[in-house]
């Protein structure tokens, strides 16, 4: 009669990997214990921004584009101090003055002749997510026509990666108990668990927030900051729990 209910409670484990691949439930008979895997998530919003803030510009001498940009690259500095963004919380991303090479004869000469140099630098500047918006308000209106790229972070990711292990954990207990039920026998304690991977997966939303103005000049400043709202930041962990029977 008992390996009649073992064998039934295979049934049931391969019945239930068979409707949720990501779940895998082993049943060790020798050892009367029931192994089970799987994963769960935790959420969270996102708590920091890392924003791109950046400006180009074109000239038609090399020297004049270069000392306009350093005027248009300290007025945007200024303009994050302002705006209570510290120094170590601007990282310089790109920065370059080249020889404009879109040039087609489709384009008129004369104007082309006046972008034939072009200069563009941009940093990633890390501020608050309630900060954001005033932050790129503050950049664009300083003439940073090249801004608003949002990479949407949390402060404590060790906390929600151990939230989500701890939710995949309850999954476990709950999965081994049905198993349990299944069997006719009595779900024991947890015997071992660990990480089925040892890197938790981290699945962040992949469109960013983009403010863009490509004008030449800089523009003016927006009549109101941008409505801006973070991001869910999602945390998945795997789990392997092995539990006794009785």
């Known amino acids: 009669m008992r390996s009649l209910r073992l064998f ?27 192994a089970i895997s799987t994963t769960d998530e935790a959420t969270a919003t996102a708590d920091i921004a890392a924003v791109t803030i950046g400006f180009e510009l074109y000239d038609s001498n090399s020297d004049s584009a270069y ?15 302002k705006a209570g963004i510290e120094d170590k919380s601007i990282e310089s991303d790109k ?33 608050t997510a309630q900060n954001v918006s005033a932050v790129i308000h503050a950049a ?14 949390i402060s404590d990711r060790k906390a929600l990666q151990a939230k989500a292990a701890a939710n995949a954990l309850l999954k476990a207990r709950a999965m081994a108990s049905q198993m349990a039920d299944g069997l006719r026998v009595k779900l024991g304690g947890l015997i071992y668990a660990s990480n089925v991977s040892p890197v938790a997966r981290t699945f962040v939303g992949t469109s960013a927030e983009t403010v863009e103005v490509t004008t030449g000049a800089p523009p003016p400043p927006p009549p ?22 009785e």
């Open 140 to 153: 664009i209106a300083a003439g940073a026509n090249v801004s608003g790229e949002i990479t949407w972070r």
């Open 224 to 245: 109101t900051p941008l409505e801006i709202r973070p991001q869910t930041i999602r945390e998945e962990a795997p789990v392997y729990a092995v539990f006794s029977i």
């Open 95 to 127: 920065q370059g003055l080249s020889r404009n090479m879109n040039f087609s004869e489709r384009n008129d000469v004369v104007e082309w002749a006046k972008r034939e140099f072009h200069f563009e630098q941009s940093w990633e500047v890390t501020t």
């Open 67 to 81: 000392a306009t940009a350093g005027k248009l690259s300290k007025a945007i500095m200024e303009a994050l101090h």
């Open 8 to 34: 039934s409670a295979s049934l049931i484990a391969i019945s239930c990997v068979g409707v949720a691949a990501a779940q895998t439930i082993q049943i060790n008979q020798q050892n009367k214990t029931i």
